[in-house]
């Protein structure tokens, strides 16, 4: 790492909002070609953090060729315009620019640092690559033969190979189930043509969301938003995804690998973040196994019994379906118990829900923390665009820990008797487990 760059990386990482969550002002920015951004100004360091996304991710990508949006994410920045890769790479490594991408299963993103000195040729470098990737042959296989050996080491990875076998299972053939990074035959028939359709077709101003956080006034960012994202089509091409609900059917499923503890992955449906029980499913989740060290399943399954380093679960909503997930990981011979504990607490929160401590509990922490989301320039531009891909609104900030504490102990118990069902559960566990078989 250059010098210029550990200089903007330290600098990056003291960055802090002054005061709580509620005192940072967020403007709504609209360029003379009305393209819009969230700014939040900030003059106390030289340095402009963007972060982008557009909708429609890896979910999207065709049958057979999966994997194209993240081969896409790796290479938009080999190149661009006149600017061969080796040179590309070296502007921004000279300049302490930092730009890259990324895909997810609904989304497609892009973040952008750099210091205020060099955000003309930033912005410009940013514009190349969305508008202009070269996509010449020898990136391009450099980077796919990076990408297969990730997936080959994926494929030896308990972890992974427990995700792909639960989405795989809740999921079945819908896009949600096929792996998002793509198999080594799939990545491999992926044309440098497919790669140019995906920008043309799939980056586009009525599908991109813009967030900057830094050291540039309303009107510098006015210019540089028609400037940098000016040239992408109007309008992406229309795609459907269709709605699912997961797979609830109660199974269990043993993966035999020869590895010294089980690795188990657990889910069933839940909810989406648009759905008006989001808020008591989220406080819920917390106490269920959530709140690291303070949830149920942490304490059941560490704390009591010594069964694993950790248990925990999440809320998991995605676009068009929602699930509730977890994990732990237990030695071999102690998989069967573990399984156990881990059904009777999902079936211990359907049936009788928190109690009034723990609600309180949880709404102190969970607004109480809050604040501590913001402490770096790319941690807010990364929640200012999530705010604005799930349309929460301008004031959402403001007003998100009232949503908490507005919770009842009336709504976390219906969420948790209406949502949480052990018959609905599916375990996957991989590694040579004693005491659990695969159901039919």
Excluded: C
């Amino acid at each position: 790492m250059n010098k210029l760059l550990q200089s903007l990386t330290l600098a990056i990482s003291l960055f802090v909002i002054a005061g709580p969550s509620s005192a940072i002002e967020i403007k709504q920015v609209t360029s003379a070609k009305g393209i819009k951004a969230w700014l939040v100004e900030d003059h106390t360091n030289p340095i402009i953090t963007v972060d982008i996304a557009f909708r429609g991710g890896s979910a999207l990508d065709p049958a057979g060729k999966e994997g194209l949006a993240n081969l896409v994410s790796a290479t938009l920045d080999e190149g661009a315009g006149a600017i061969k890769s080796q040179a590309f790479q070296q502007k921004l490594e000279d300049l302490a620019i930092s730009l890259s991408f990324s895909s997810r299963l609904d989304s497609f993103s892009g973040s952008l640092r750099t210091l205020k000195k060099n955000q003309t040729i930033a912005f410009n470098l940013l514009r190349l690559a969305l508008t202009e990737p070269r996509f010449d042959a020898e990136p391009i296989a450099r980077i796919r033969g990076q990408i297969i050996a990730n997936i080959r080491r994926q494929s030896e990875n308990p972890r992974r190979i427990a995700r792909r076998t639960l989405f795989k299972k809740l999921f079945q053939d819908h896009p949600y189930g096929r792996p998002s990074n793509g198999t080594e035959d799939s990545v491999n028939v992926i044309k440098i043509a497919d790669l140019k359709i995906f920008v043309e077709q799939r980056l586009a101003r009525n599908n991109l969301v813009v967030s900057v956080i830094g050291d540039i006034t309303e009107a510098d960012l006015k210019a540089q938003l028609d400037k940098t994202f000016g040239a992408l089509p109007a309008k992406a091409m229309p795609w459907e995804l269709a709605e699912i609900t997961p797979d609830a059917t109660k199974k269990t499923i043993v993966v035999d690998k020869a590895i010294p503890q089980s690795i188990i992955t657990f889910a069933q449906p839940g909810i989406k973040r648009d759905h008006p029980d989001f808020f008591p499913a989220y406080v819920m989740n917390y106490v269920l196994g959530g709140g690291g060290f303070e949830s149920r399943l942490y304490e059941e399954v560490r704390e009591k019994r010594g069964l694993a380093y950790s248990a925990y679960s999440y809320l998991a909503p995605l676009d068009h379906a929602g699930i509730i997930i977890g994990g732990a990981g237990t030695a071999n011979a102690r998989t069967g118990e573990t399984v156990t504990v881990l059904r009777d607490e999902w079936a211990k929160m359907h049936k009788k829900g928190l109690n009034s401590r723990e609600l309180k509990d949880a709404k102190t922490y969970l607004t109480g923390s809050y604040p501590l989301r913001f402490s770096s320039s790319g941690r807010i531009a990364g929640m200012m665009t999530a705010i604005q891909m799930e349309k929460l609104g301008l004031g959402y900030i403001k007003k998100r820990n009232s949503l908490i504490e507005a919770v009842t102990l009336k709504d976390v118990n219906r969420v948790a008797a209406e949502m949480l069902d052990p018959e609905k559960l599916t375990m996957v566990v991989v590694g040579k487990p004693k005491g659990v078989t695969s159901t039919p």
